[in-house]
Each structure stands twice: as structure tokens, then as C-alpha cells.
């Protein structure tokens, strides 16, 4: 806990000299605001905006109602306020948007922020909206430089990540491990759980055990409502600060992401989320990182399922023999295959799912050996 604060204290006073030096070098960021579908009405985001502004940040309200104190930009309709939201962004009049949709490309996806419920520390969520990759595996590694490139910009220069007990997770792992091994710097989480590893589970997410955790964006997105929202039954999310900016390769726009059941202290969070990536300069951080992951093969790790030797039906099982020692670590969606593997070695085993996950079966006397060849063909990181 002693190291937890000592973070939290060194977050805060860098964003501190942040907004000290921007303050010195020129204008306070601008981030514009679109608020027209909001589920609550313009009202409650007016009471976002008129909150976040301040000596630090300007809000520029796009919308059709107005208040006294926040710069506002009247439009009619919602496709006014997205042609105003992107000349704005366009032109340079304003340095970032938070809106409650956005068209990203594929590439492209959203890094939320939250707060862990069992001891109220932030953590990111990577991802929460729009799409890294089409292929689930590729999208989770891609997933956790996304994280990482925000929480640098923010202002944690060492982030520790941890990967959610999903499907694909053991094969993000081992992808990230490999990118780590090639020389890209990942510091890896421990889950709080007993066994350990960076592979969290669902008491990790409420205890924020890591600063990036990384899921799939569907998966993201329900947990950002759900720590957003679980106060309030649901319709109202009063925590956090939103689904995050857009992050993706080449990508220069800076747009975060709310919903439509966002409230005022999760939208002004998101305005500050959104000065704060100005300040700490995020597309330089962004083409760093992304530099770095390619040199160390980050466009090589396509994401791809190991191949077993042949399918399970097509290879004849060794003698059935007594199995009691697991092996974990392996996807759910590769146990088969992992079997069928060491069926094609000799070694008898079988799948099974124990209290932390998937598991393979073998004998005692034989767990070593197996080990070995799941690792040697790409099913243990």
C-alpha cells in the first residue's frame, strides 16, 4: 500500500508541473464537447463542462443549449455538432473532443480510465470502444501498447499490465512475452490472487492489480459501465473518467469517448482525461512506443493459434494412464489441440478446467516432459 501511494503522490505531482509548464510554454488546452444525445440532457453535460473548466483547460461546448461561464458553439443537430467537433479538431482550434460517438477506423481503439471499487486507485482499460484488430489474439497485444501509450501519457512512465482471464489471453501473453523478449519494455503485473502471474481475474479488476489491464473491447466496455455505474443501478455512471482516447498507428486525432449515461463527474473526468493527454504529449509518446513494439516485431505477431500436429480425432491416444498433475497457462480454445499434441508424442493426457482455469492432465511422473513440448510448440508462453 506504502508503494501504491507513493505512485499516486508522483502521478499527481507530475500533472501538476504538466499543467505548470503548459501553462508557461502557451495556452491552456482546449477540448471540445459534444453533448446533444446525452440519455440526461445538455444540462447534465453543461454541468460536466462548466466543472472541468478552468485555469488548466477550456471547454468548448458544441450544442444547442448554452451556460453562463462555458464557451459554447450553438448548433441544431447532432451531424452539426460532428461537423463542428471535427473542423474544430481540423483546424487546430481545439486540441482534443470528448463526444458520445465517433467513427474510428479499424486500427483504432479506446483506452478507458476507471476506479478500482476495493480501494478506489485508477487503473486503464484497454479497450473500450472501437476495434484494434479483427483478430481477437492480435487485438489484445495490440491492446496492451494502446494502454501503455496512454498511461505514459499521462504520466506513469513504467506501467504495469496484466492481461483479463479471457479467451486468447494465454496467447496475448505469450505474444507480449515475445515482444518483451525481442526488447520492448513491458512490465508485466502480478495477479493478487495465490498462484500469481500477469493473467488476472475478476477480484483483480476490482482491486486494480495492474495499471493497464488489457481485455477485448467488448469485454472492456461492459466492465467501464459496470465500475462506472454499479452505484446507481445503472442508467447513471458517476465514476471514472470515460472510455478514453483513440488510439491507433498514425492515428492524430485526439477524440475520447462517453456515454449517453454519463454523468456530469464522469464527463468533466473525461475532459481533464483529455487536457491531460495534451499535456503530456501524446502523439509523441504514441510514435515512440508504436517505434519501439515494430523494431521489437509487433507487426509480426499476427495473433495466430498454434497448429497441432493434427487434429485430435485423427491421432490414437496413448494408453489411458492415472492423471493428476495440471498444467495451466494454456487457452481454452487450444486445449484440445495441446492434447492432441502430446497424445502425438506419447504422452497420455487429458483436457480439464480447474478452479483458475483450463487445464491439461497428465501423470505426475510425465508433467515436466509435457510441459516442455507445449512450450516448444507454442502453447505454454
Known sequence: ???EVKRIIGETFLELSQALAAGKMGRRPVIAL??????????EVLNGAWAANGPDLEVAYIGSARREGVRCVTVSSEEEAMSSLNAMLDSGEADGAVTMHYPFPIGVATVGRVVSPARGTPFYLATTTGTSSTDRVRAMIRNAVYGIIVAKAYGNPDPTVGIANLDGARQAEAGLKQLAKNG???????SQRADGGCILRGNDILTGSADVIVTDTLTGNILTKMLSAFTTGGSYESTGWGYGPGIGEGYNRLVLIVSRASGASVIAGALAYGAQMVRGG???VAAKQFGLAKKAGFDLLEGKKPDAPAASWEVKPPSKEVVTGEISGIDVMDIDKAVSALWSQGIYAEGGMGCTGPVVLVADSKCAAATVLLQKNGFLA
Open 282 to 284: 501524446w502523439k509523441e
Open 184 to 190: 520492448y519494455p513491458i512490465r508485466f503485473a502480478v
Open 1 to 3: 500500500m506504502a508503494e
Open 34 to 43: 459534444s453533448g446533444m444525445s446525452s440519455e440526461h440532457g445538455e444540462e
